[in-house]
């Protein structure tokens, strides 16, 4: 069969039909998807009557078959999630900030990721952000609470995330802009935007540049420049002021 050169990352939804403590996911599943197999079309413009569309309507009959069973079950399916707008549907290339938000969200949502990409030639620098430790961690996160999302604009468009770390007090941030046109976005806001407890400053570290931003106390300013359709992300690690 013919591969499709996009990478393509698929976030899964997962159904959960029971909440139960048997050890059964509870860091988020991660793997790779045989495409073959889970044949997920999502060329909604070319191949309208095939695309993925059509398959949600089956994966909630499916769900609901499964629920009345009364089992536990954990039922997850291929079906890329919409996050904002538009990001997977419609077209197998993503651009390199799309990505950076399917990776970034997918790990502030602790949400299962399977990847389908040709391994055989992945792009270097889709390569590296699937193989990014530090958001792997923020996915992996022991606590296993999702983000939430702690803001939103007028637009619609601009959206602030918090999603709790570990015990300690950490937190991963994000910022989404959903926008795809026009120019970078001027942003200028504060840890107190993200609704973090205000007991301590924070160390923030910019997760996709790799940078130690610095020690933030809750009113300092977080000036930055968001590309359209591109994600911040950042830990704050609480430091004493000491
Ligand atoms: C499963 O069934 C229960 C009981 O009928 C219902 O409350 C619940 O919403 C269902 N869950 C899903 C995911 O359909
Ligand atoms: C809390 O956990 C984070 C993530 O593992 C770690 O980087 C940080 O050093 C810890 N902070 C404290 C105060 O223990
Ligand atoms: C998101 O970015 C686009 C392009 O940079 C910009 O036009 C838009 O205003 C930004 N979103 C918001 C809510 O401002
Ligand atoms: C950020 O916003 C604050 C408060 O409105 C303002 O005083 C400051 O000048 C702004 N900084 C930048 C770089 O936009």
Known sequence: MSWKLAVL????????????DNGLA?????????????????????????????YVA???????FL???GRPILYACSWPVCMGKNLIIGDYGLSETQQKVQMGMWAMMASP?????????????????LLNKQVLAINQDPLGKQ??????DTTGTLEYWTRPLMSNGSYAIAILNTS?????????????????????????????????????G?????????????????????????
Request: charged share 20%; aromatic share 12%.
């Open 58 to 64: 089956g994966y909630s009959v499916m769900g609901s």
């Open 67 to 69: 629920n009345k069973t």
């Open 180 to 216: 795809d046109y026009g120019m970078s976005r001027h942003i200028n806001c504060t840890l107190k935007d993200f609704k973090l407890p205000s007991a301590n400053s924070y160390l923030i570290t910019d997760i996709f540049g790799g940078e130690n931003l610095g020690k933030f």
């Open 113 to 129: 990721l399977f990847m389908s990409v040709d391994l055989r030639n992945i792009d270097p620098r889709a390569k590296k952000l």
């Open 26 to 54: 509870r860091t988020p599943p991660m793997g790779w998807m045989q495409w073959q197999r889970f044949r997920c079309n999502i060329d909604c413009v070319n191949d309208p009557h095939y695309c993925v569309r059509f």
């Open 147 to 152: 983000g939430m999302r702690v803001w939103i």
């Open 218 to 242: 809750l009113s300092d300013r977080i000036v930055l420049q968001l590309h359209p359709t591109d994600i911040f992300l950042a830990t704050a690690v609480p430091m004493s002021f000491s």
């Open 9 to 20: 990352v698929l976030l899964l939804n997962v159904v959960i039909i029971r909440t139960l």
